[in-house]
């Protein structure tokens, strides 16, 4: 067996906790040596030694900030071995596999190493194969690849012979390299496949081009970087998570693009967490599946339907690897909370023709209300009046036509953009504690149903800034959720939350909504969310940033048929695993259900 022995050094407080890993372990207890002690190299943080631990679980479970994590996997992956950060950090088993003329899709947990794969394949991380105490050295890279699929590629990376574009996961970053430009004058100097007027008409960025870097928001980067990366004439295409900040619509504009202007002739990788997006756009898919933040590993290649459906069940054939106990099912809507509704009709919270002006943007929303106990979601473009509808009902904003009874309601709302401070309290713990002393108790139902389904009873102890983007998305939904109140509303909570996390974080909102019985409001734009957290939807229409029409809310079978009408788009569903797929333009489907004006197929 070999030992994965990690922790996360800045969960571990030697300072705090009197170091019962240390005392407790029975190898230091019993053997003239140690298997894990107090490290000067580490600042008075402990390390394990993994050919000395035993993997008898003590250590793991005595840390009272679950900063260790010990597993013990076949002595033979360690062949695989690419990668390793340092001593108990993460460890990278294997690569997705390069396939030129092939888009290879990746999907799998935040924390598994795909971002880290990425910057392998892309050369700027030279790996050192899991020897961290030398200096990394791509002779060694190619020893270890000789004979393999991957020796070809990284003999022609490391001679300089591919040329390379990468679609950063973290576009935040890129003002910072881009000081000043706007976005006519950034794409134009990098417009070397002479595609500046395709890209901008795809992407539908005509109205941003005058915009400069600084002043963009997230969805207007992320489409700046992607038309960036579509621009250059490269052998190598990486896109690292290339729908976040996108609404619904850009979504499918950005899949339409890639689909149609990436050169087929190259190396494509694509990481991304939008399942629909990933099933359209890859020919196949790898699988990166082992425990986030300790190990990471890959699949080999499967077609993208079979890769998404083993993911979903949890399965890998291939490998004869389980990667999940449970599966992830799509259920079909028409048979859904319609019943639901009918049986606790009582209508708690309602709103009348709604009117509000603002600059030059108007938003009018339809009557509708809400019920005890349920799930409202929300679609729609963005700069269509979401927000500004949440802020309505929220009572920031008084309409200019229209009333609400919320006046009389306490809200608990997240909202979309996520600030890293919260006044009074640093700790996740701290801050969930300060707005409801129960969510922190073990044995409450508060701390059951939602710090520990969303997984947060980890992160206690974690300062708000050095969570990861998925990290404190959770921390809000819980902080916003344990609140009393008889109404919540949650702004896009699936941005930066991998599939698995999707998952409960649908579950969660539904359980909460019927546990307490309160409406929540839900805006967002992953179908897989909507799909299995939804009662009933609200669709936003009209001109992005001049005038917003939202719909009443209405079955969701209907609503998304109208959203995808308007969007020229069909969706069927997969007969076996019940899951969306979109529909290739002018296919048979695609044609068959926009003549019976099926655009979301429900059969
Ligand atoms: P993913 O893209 O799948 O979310 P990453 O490749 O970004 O995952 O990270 C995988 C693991 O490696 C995470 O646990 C992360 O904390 C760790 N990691 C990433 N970069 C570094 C680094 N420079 N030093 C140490 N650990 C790192
Ligand atoms: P969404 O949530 O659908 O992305 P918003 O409700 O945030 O859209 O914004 C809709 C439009 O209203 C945008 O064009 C935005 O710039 C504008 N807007 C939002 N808030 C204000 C405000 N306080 N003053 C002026 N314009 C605003
Ligand atoms: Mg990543
Ligand atoms: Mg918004």
């Not at 069940?313 to 291939?318: D, H, I, M, W």
């Not at 002006?357 to 106990?373: C, K, M, N, P």
């Not at 599939?499 to 409406?519: C, F, G």
């Not at 969007?567 to 969306?580: A, F, I, K, L, Q």
């Amino acid at each position: 067996m070999a030992r994965v022995a990690t922790i996360d050094y800045e969960m571990c407080r030697p300072d705090k906790c009197g170091i019962p890993c240390i005392r407790f372990c029975p190898i230091n207890k019993t053997k003239p040596y140690k298997a894990i002690e107090l490290s000067e190299e580490k600042k008075g943080k402990p390390i394990i030694y993994e050919e000395r631990c035993i993997a008898c679980g003590i250590c793991v479970k005595k840390c009272p900030y679950r900063a260790i994590s010990v597993v013990n996997l076949p002595e033979e992956v360690e062949e695989n071995l690419i990668h390793r950060y340092g001593q108990n950090a993460f460890k990278l088993y294997g690569l997705p596999m390069p396939i030129e003329s092939k888009i290879i899709g990746i999907l799998g947990p935040n924390g598994i190493g795909k971002s880290t794969a990425m910057k392998i394949l892309s050369g700027s991380l030279i790996p050192n194969i899991g020897q961290f105490d030398r200096e990394p050295s791509k002779e060694r890279v190619l020893e270890k690849f000789r004979g393999t699929i991957y020796y070809d590629y990284f003999n022609k990376l490391y001679q300089g012979q591919l040329r390379i574009v990468q679609k950063i996961q973290y576009i935040e970053l890129i003002p910072r390299y881009i000081k000043r430009g706007s976005v006519d004058e950034v794409l134009k100097q990098i417009d070397e496949r002479g595609m500046y007027r395709e890209v901008i008409d795809a992407l539908n960025m005509e109205s941003i081009r005058d915009k400069d870097i600084s002043m963009l928001s997230g969805g207007e980067l992320q489409k700046l970087a992607i038309s960036a990366a579509l621009l250059r004439d490269a052998n190598v295409y990486l896109f690292d998570e290339p729908t976040s900040f996108l609404d619904i619509r850009e979504r499918l504009n950005v899949l339409m693009a890639l689909d149609r202007l990436l050169p087929r002739g190259s190396y494509i990788f694509i990481v991304d967490h939008d399942l629909m997006f990933l099933d359209y756009i890859a020919d196949l898919i790898a699988i990166a599946f082992g425990i986030p933040g300790s190990y990471g590993m890959f699949s080999k290649v499967y077609t993208a339907k079979a890769g998404i459906d083993h993911y979903l069940k949890g399965f890998l054939p291939s490998e004869n690897m389980r990667i999940r106990n449970e599966e992830i099912s799509f259920r079909l809507h028409e048979a859904r909370e319609d019943r639901y509704i009918a049986k606790s009709s009582e209508v708690i919270f309602m709103w009348d023709n709604l009117v509000k002006r603002l600059d030059g943007f108007t938003l009018t929303v339809e009557s509708g209300q809400a019920y005890r106990g349920e799930v409202v979601g929300i679609v729609g473009p963005n700069a269509i009046g979401k927000t500004t509808f949440i802020r309505i009902l929220v009572g920031e904003l008084k309409p200019d036509a229209g009333y609400t009874t919320s006046i009389a309601f306490r809200m608990s709302y997240k909202p979309q953009y996520l600030e890293r401070v919260v006044e009074g309290c640093s700790s996740v713990g701290e801050c969930l504690k300060s707005v409801n002393s129960d969510a922190i108790k073990e044995d409450s139902w508060l701390y059951v149903e939602i710090v520990k389904r969303l997984g947060i009873d980890r992160l206690l102890s974690k300062e708000l800034d050095s969570l990861s983007g998925g990290e404190l998305q959770k921390f809000y939904i819980a902080y916003t959720l344990v609140r009393d109140a008889d109404i919540y509303l949650l702004d896009e909570p699936s941005s930066h939350i991998d599939v698995e996390d999707q998952l409960s974080v649908a579950r969660v909102i539904k359980r909460i909504a019927r546990l307490k019985k309160t409406p929540i409001f839900v805006i967002d734009h992953n179908f897989l969310l909507i799909d299995y957290s939804v009662d009933r939807l609200m669709v936003f229409n009209g001109i992005p940033g001049r005038e917003g029409y939202g719909s009443a809310p209405n079955s969701v079978a209907k609503a998304l048929n109208s959203f995808l009408k308007s969007m020229d788009v069909t969706v069927r569903r997969d007969p076996d695993s019940g899951r969306p797929r979109i529909n290739k333009p002018d296919s048979y489907l695609d044609r068959l259900q926009k003549t019976l004006g099926q655009y979301f197929y429900i059969e």
